[in-house]
């Protein structure tokens, strides 16, 4: 799937303000490998939090751990990293507007669970075996 739509790339691979922070610092400073403490220092949040976060954007292909255990900006494809700079212009547009999308993709993420756990039914009781 392209991700020049930005909200695709939230709906599918960052999951939390966290995550979003985090990807774009990795975004911000795609140059460096860093640290998971600077990440930490620099956005004011615990080291396991932003840990965890770099480890699930690791997973979804939008960051890569090296052997020394620093991270980097590293989307597995062309369309990733046009959705991620399509974020950041989004972020540094209109900040309010992607936090909102992040919530609603959270809210989706929500009843598409319970849709898998609690399917509809016709509201006919099922005939016995």
Not at 17 to 34: Q, W
Not at 65 to 86: D, I, K, M, Q, Y
Request: with cysteine; charged share 20%; glycine share 4%.
């Amino acid at each position: 799937m392209p991700y020049a739509d930005w909200r695709s790339l939230l709906l599918e691979h960052v999951t939390t303000h966290d995550e979003l922070h985090v990807l774009l610092f990795l975004r911000e400073n795609v140059a460096s490998e860093v640290e998971v403490s600077r990440v930490a220092r620099e956005l004011n949040l615990s080291e396991q939090v932003c840990l965890s976060a770099l480890q699930r954007l690791t997973a979804n292909g939008l960051a890569k751990r090296n052997g020394n255990g620093h991270f980097c900006f590293s989307p597995l494809t062309l369309s990733l990293a046009r959705g991620v700079e399509a974020l950041e212009h989004a972020y540094l547009s209109a900040q309010s507007t992607v936090i909102q999308a992040l919530s609603e993709s959270a809210v989706q993420r929500v009843r598409a669970s319970v849709a898998r756990v609690f399917p509809r039914t016709s509201g006919k009781p099922e005939p016995e075996r």
